[in-house]
Each structure stands twice: as C-alpha cells, then as structure tokens.
C-alpha cells in the first residue's frame, strides 16, 4: 500500500509486467488463478485501483474545502470538530481497508469475512455520520420539529430500526465473505428446512449461520417498519416527518424484494451490488426518519 506513488498506475508493458509480477506471488494466484493472463489481471486490477483512488480523491475532496472554511473562520468550533471526525474515520477507513486486504496476502486467497465486515460497517458509519451532520447544517437543529409533532416512542422506534439496519449490514458483508449467498438459494425455506441442520455451530464463522441470521434480520427490519408505520398513521405528524416513514417503508420492501430475487438467481454479480446499495438507501432513509423525529433541544 503506497500512500502516494500507488496513485500512480502502470504507463507501460514493462511496469504491468512488473506489477503482474508481484502478483503472481500471493496465495489469490497461486491457488485460484494460476495461469492468469495479464489482460485478466488488468481487468481485477483497475477495479482495485480506482477503489482505492477513489478513497484519496475522497479525502482530498474533503480536507481541502475544510481547511479553507477554518482559514476564512466561516467554522463555528462544534462545526469544526464534527467535520475533523468525519476526516479522522475517512482515515480510519482506508487503514482498516489496508488491514483487510493484508488478510489475503498471506496464505488464504480470500480476505476476512471478519475484516471485510468492519470495513462495510465502517463506511456506513461514515457515511450515516455524514448524512446527520449535513442534515444539520442544511435544516438546523430544530427545524420541522415542534412540541405538537415531537413523538418520543416513534422516534425511539426509529432508532432501534436504525440499529437493526446496522446489523444487518454487517450480516450481509459476512454473507458475502464468507460466500454464504451461493448456499440454499430458495425461499422461504432454506432448502427443505426452515432452520438448516448445523446452524449454530460456530456461528461468526458458519455460512449457514450467517445466511440464517440475515434472513431473520430482514424480517425483523420488515416487522419494525411496519410497527413504525402503523403508529405514524394514528398520530399527528409532520410532513417531513410522513415523508420519513413513507421513505423507509417503500426502501425497506424493495430492499427485502431485492434480496430475495438475488438469492433465488445465486447472487449474480451486478445484483449482489444493487442489493448492498439498496440497503445504503435503507440507512440513509432511516438517518432522515430519525433526524425529522427527533425531539427539539
């Protein structure tokens, strides 16, 4: 991991010669794709690249703007260490993305599933801290919430939904490292059960476990939109805040829609990516249902 010459990629055959060269040293080559061509390692490679190019231009998009808004004083101090935060898990992100893919580089060809998780769930984190801090600056700390539409239980509601579509975020990227979608690929059931043989045992590091437990996870968020929906039908709320609800609930049934259709046709690629940004339009819908419910003050 090369902080500042890796922005750089290959300009010539000799330098991908080079670069090939090295990759034909790990465990990925040697055990899944002995005899790799080099236009095959070019088409993995820049998918590589531009992730993790994509992370500095991202950090740089941030850092720059933000040392100009403290230079011209247009920060108050609370702004401004909300803002550092957001820099500091930025980094924290590309560390922990560098300490995954190091996982890979010894003698299992494939990342862990464990490290693979707290790096997705690090980006929602920075992510949903993003989306709240720019909710804040956007529409203040009070703005479309008044006594007459502050609802203590729906917001609690909100928040236990918030942290149900956090795990189950983190039970998806298990899913995926683990490779658990490409077993019992039917629905309701798994296969001919409802709760496969084998189960419990070693969970954290159990396919079956885990594809298990993101399905109930999935019909407990369904079951907590509904509940929220329900009681937001019987009190006064605001516009904002019936928007919310009605956000959530249209995101998290085509997300469950989603992750059905992608099951029953074993995880194709594309669909795989849909169904994990899709539960990125869930948390971000969630984030909103929470900041136009929360109580003023």
Partial sequence: WDLVMGTIPPLDEGQWEEVFHKYQQSPEYKIVNTGMSLGEFKTIFWWEYVHRLLGRVMGFAFLIPLLFFIA?????????????????LGGLQGLLGWYMVKSGLVNVPHVSHLRLTAH??????????????????????????????????????????????????????????????????????????????????IPLHNPTFIQFAHRLTAYLVLILIGWIWWKSRRLECSYQQRKGVLMVSLAGLGQVILGIVTLLLIVPIALGSLHQFGALVLFACSIYLCHVLRPAG
């Fill in 72 to 88: 011209r004083r247009q920060l108050t101090g609370p702004q401004v260490l909300k803002l550092s935060t957001l820099f500091v």
């Fill in 120 to 201: 997705l769930t690090l980006a929602f984190l920075l992510f949903g801290a993003t989306l709240w801090f720019a909710l804040q600056f956007f529409t203040g700390s009070t703005k479309h919430r008044s006594s007459a539409n502050a609802h203590p239980m729906l917001y609690n509601l909100a928040l236990v939904l918030l942290a149900v579509i956090f795990l189950q975020v983190a039970l998806g990227a298990m899913v995926a490292g683990l490779k658990a979608g490409y077993i019992f690929n039917t629905f309701p059931k798994m296969g001919p059960w409802w709760i496969p043989p084998g189960t419990w045992n």
